[in-house]
């Protein structure tokens, strides 16, 4: 058992209030760390507003860092994944790879810090100009609000703070409040590679009173949000003409062609639907195959799923573990138990152990079915027959999210029009909508949030172009 404090202005501070962490799989408590109020977010906007005015950090300086920071990860791999599969309940595999993909984010961040560049302006081209010279230059926001989640709360935590610091702003940090210990562990090595005090401040505690707090307070420049849709609304109004980037909610689908490999198809479908316990905001959700290899790709899936261990997360042989807590896995067995009330057909899985959900697929269900047009976040998908691509393309485009799909086809000429006609932020051909790099623009439509992140991108949404004419 553990006490961990805030971090703010470089020093590690407690309060009295107290939240328990929790391993996921035992349910037991394994730490406990200090709750913010409002005291301590304003002490952390203090700080961050503090060393944004007055500890200048030269791009190359923020580059060395961020690269820095990278390096320590790495060399704490085994601990960080450790503390992943513990407070996620995410099987150690997948932890550790979560890892070394937030190591890759911060060397992608810190490259970028050292393009931070703006374009010459043809004022020339325009009549009586032709003794101006004019360019832009990006310039930081200010202080950037970095609030992430639960499911990835390591590589999602430097798709935020490392663009933020690479574009030469400062951060408030406000992780899930069931994920808070790679929060800790990762201020720690920011602080070891070398940022200076005030550039990176933790705060957690509730979401509901931390997220009224952060965006009361009108210093703040920029909020980067993960997590729920409707949160994600109330921040919008919140934020009023200061920016924000959402990324939110997702159904994602796939579309399989019969010109596809079916078995690979059929495997990687359920690969993508099970990871993390399907608590992935691209995780595969519904999968729409053509009529003629149906049966087929149904077999094939389910004998996937039935090969999958469930199990302790630090075991290596484990593939899938708990979710997040009970509760969602009670709201996914209601899921699923209303949509067989309705009609459904379980083919394989269905059934809850505690916090654990068996990995399941559904067929015979209703567009309008909670598990098909809701957010699921659970290891469940469900499988729809098509006739025509225009069909799919069309049951794929009834969501109210939008953020990425998958198409598995041969065919050039279907790719191509899946490319342009499916309404979401990503079209990814021949793998699933859950393919994501980190260097990647990565976001949706609808629903499914505003911005992009990737630090070559995010870098850019959290800059200001200024603009510069000379007159000579």
């Given at each position: 058992m553990q006490d961990y404090g805030l971090f703010i202005d470089g020093a590690w501070s407690v309060t009295e209030e107290k939240i328990s962490v929790t391993n996921k799989a035992t349910g037991r408590e394994i730490a406990r760390i200090s709750a913010a109020g409002e005291a301590e977010v304003k002490k952390a906007v203090d700080a961050a507003e503090k060393a944004f005015k007055t500890v200048k950090l030269e791009p190359y300086a923020r580059y060395e860092i961020l690269l820095k920071a990278s390096q320590l990860l790495k060399q704490n791999q085994k601990k960080m994944a450790e503390f992943l599969s513990l407070e996620v309940g995410k099987p150690i595999k997948e932890a550790t790879a979560e890892v070394a993909r937030a190591e890759q984010t911060l060397i992608l961040s810190a490259e970028e810090a050292k393009r931070m560049t703006g374009e010459m302006v043809p004022l020339a081209g325009a009549?009586?100009?032709?003794?101006?010279?004019?360019?832009?230059?990006?310039?930081?926001?200010?202080?950037?609000?970095?609030?992430?989640?639960?499911?990835?709360?390591?590589?999602?935590?430097?798709?935020?703070?490392?663009?933020?610091?690479?574009?030469?702003?400062?951060?408030?940090?406000?992780?899930?409040?069931?994920?808070?210990?790679?929060?800790?562990?990762?201020?720690?090595?920011?602080?070891?590679?070398?940022?200076?005090?005030?550039?990176?401040?933790?705060?957690?505690?509730?979401?509901?009173?931390?997220?009224?707090?952060?965006?009361?307070?009108?210093?703040?420049?920029?909020?980067?949000?993960?997590?729920?849709?409707?949160?994600?609304?109330?921040?919008?109004?919140?934020?009023?003409?200061?920016?924000?980037?959402?990324?939110?909610?997702?159904?994602?689908?796939?579309?399989?062609?019969?010109?596809?490999?079916?078995?690979?198809?059929?495997?990687?479908?359920?690969?993508?639907?099970?990871?993390?316990?399907?608590?992935?905001?691209?995780?595969?959700?519904?999968?729409?195959?053509?009529?003629?290899?149906?049966?087929?790709?149904?077999?094939?899936?389910?004998?996937?799923?039935?090969?999958?261990?469930?199990?302790?997360?630090?075991?290596?042989?484990?593939?899938?573990?708990?979710?997040?807590?009970?509760?969602?896995?009670?709201?996914?067995?209601?899921?699923?138990?209303g949509a067989v009330a309705l009609g459904a057909r379980v083919l394989t899985g269905g059934k809850r152990r505690g916090a654990w959900f068996e990995p399941t697929i559904l067929t015979d269900v209703g567009a309008d079915m909670s598990i098909v047009c809701q957010e699921a976040f659970a290891p469940v998908f469900s499988i729809i027959p098509y006739d025509t691509i225009e069909e799919a393309i069309t049951m794929v485009n009834d969501s109210v999210y939008g953020l990425q799909a998958g198409v598995l086809t041969d065919s050039l000429e279907i790719a191509r029009l899946c490319a342009m006609k499916i309404e979401t932020g990503g079209v990814i051909i021949n793998d699933g909508a859950t393919f994501r790099t980190d260097n990647m623009p990565y976001g949706g439509i609808k629903e499914s949030g505003i911005g992009r992140e990737g630090p070559q991108y995010a870098v850019k949404e959290m800059t200001e172009e200024k603009l510069i004419v000379f007159k000579f």
């Open positions: 009549p009586g100009c032709e003794n101006r010279w004019a360019f832009t230059l990006r310039m930081p926001v200010g202080i950037v609000c970095a609030i992430t989640p639960f499911n990835f709360p390591l590589n999602l935590a430097c798709h935020k703070i490392g663009p933020a610091i690479a574009a030469g702003n400062t951060v408030v940090y406000k992780p899930a409040t069931v994920t808070p210990l790679s929060a800790v562990l990762l201020c720690e090595i920011f602080a070891e590679a070398g940022l200076p005090a005030g550039y990176l401040n933790l705060v957690t505690g509730s979401g509901s009173k931390l997220g009224k707090l952060l965006t009361e307070e009108e210093r703040i420049a920029f909020y980067s949000f993960t997590g729920s849709p409707s949160v994600g609304k109330i921040l919008l109004k919140d934020a009023g003409f200061r920016r924000v980037a959402l990324e939110l909610g997702s159904n994602s689908a796939n579309i399989v062609h019969h010109d596809t490999d079916i078995t690979a198809a059929a495997g990687l479908c359920a690969k993508y639907a099970f990871a993390n316990a399907g608590q992935v905001c691209i995780s595969c959700q519904r999968v729409y195959v053509q009529r003629r290899v149906y049966s087929e790709f149904c077999d094939k899936a389910v004998a996937y799923a039935q090969k999958l261990v469930m199990g302790d997360p630090l075991d290596p042989a484990t593939d899938i573990g708990p979710m997040i807590s009970e509760q969602e896995a009670a709201r996914t067995e209601e899921w699923v138990n």
